[in-house]
């Protein structure tokens, strides 16, 4: 790829975003020509949220250097990830060390798993903690079908507000959950681009969604798939379904890497996820919870694919 062919690529993603301030350009740009994908328009991003949502032994117990919040900045950086994702305490533990080594993305909300109540996330930083740490945006995770949504839409409003005020980029995780939707329901075909577009709506530069299952979960969602039958049967059409969701495919939407799985599904769903159009992955637990070299390995493994024309 030329020179000049990742400028275009760059350029025309920053074109999807013309109402955004010159500072808000630069940090996506920033992503966009950050590691290994520099320029191809493709985001591999390491995101380690996990010890807050999930507990530290639940989620490092089986590799348990990555305890360590410095193994996630090395994992990032050596493997060249475009970015890094934690809540703030990950962040202030190494951000002065590795400053200006890593685009940062601070997670500004997060949740345990000592509740059963409808999910939702407490905030847990702030607009001035990502501008203090040198991030080049904010994160922050809704879940649409939860009794208590409507607060987090509102709450991501107004973060979204300040953060392109400040020139920082907005990442949304959009993960549907709760009691309106069933377990398959969360990850049903009309649910993940009903989440994407919700997300897109709110006012994100990128969209971080589950990958669709062919299931539809809504009945009258479901008549509107009977009388026009996208394609769906395969992974790749599933995926470009929910780029044509998000704002016509001019929005960047990445797919999460979910949980532990070998790397042959892995790889398959990638393929997928490339051929079908998206913008890249978000890549946490399979990655980190395997020893170092393995992990930088991985990563670089899904680069490559990304990295194909």
């Known amino acids: 790829m030329t020179t000049t062919t990742r ?26 020509y950050q590691g290994r994908l520099a320029g191809t328009g493709k ?11 999930h507990g530290p032994f639940r989620s490092f117990g089986m590799n348990p250097d990555a305890m360590d919040p410095e193994y996630h900045f090395r994992l990032a950086i050596e493997s060249g990830c475009s970015a890094y994702a934690a809540p703030l305490g990950f962040l202030e533990a190494c951000a002065g060390k590795y400053a200006g080594q890593m685009p940062l993305i601070l997670k500004l909300n997060s949740s345990d798993s000592l509740s059963k109540v409808e999910p939702c996330s407490a905030l847990t930083g702030t607009v001035e903690d990502a501008l203090r740490l040198g991030c080049v945006g904010i994160g922050y995770t809704i879940y649409p079908g939860s009794g208590a949504r409507n607060t987090m839409y509102q709450d991501l409003r107004d973060l979204t507000l300040q ?33 994407a577009h919700i997300a897109a709506e709110l006012g994100a530069h ?29 992974l790749t059409e599933r995926v470009r379904h929910v780029m044509q ?7 960047i939407v990445i797919f999460s890497g979910g949980e532990a799985k070998d790397d042959a599904s892995l790889m ?30 991985l990563l670089r493994d899904i680069m490559d694919v990304y990295a194909q024309s």
């Open 245 to 251: 969701a998000t704002f016509g495919g001019k929005r």
């Open 163 to 195: 953060a392109k005020r400040a020139g920082l980029c907005v990442v949304v995780w959009s993960y549907p959950r709760g009691a309106g939707l069933s377990k398959d329901g969360e990850t049903s075909l009309d649910v993940i681009a009903y989440a």
């Open 268 to 297: 398959d769903e990638i393929r997928a996820i490339h051929q079908g159009g998206g913008h890249g992955s978000i890549i946490g637990r399979n990655s980190f919870q395997r020893p170092f070299p393995a992990g930088v390995k």
């Open 7 to 32: 400028s275009s690529n760059v350029q025309e993603i920053l074109s999807w975003y013309p109402s955004d301030n010159p500072g808000t350009l630069t940090n996506l740009a920033r992503l966009l």
């Open 206 to 234: 990128i969209v971080k969604v589950k990958l669709p299952k062919d299931r539809i979960e809504q009945a009258e969602a479901q008549k509107v798939y009977d009388a026009h039958k996208p394609p769906r049967a395969t």
């Open 43 to 53: 985001l591999v991003i390491l995101p380690v949220d996990q010890g807050f949502e």
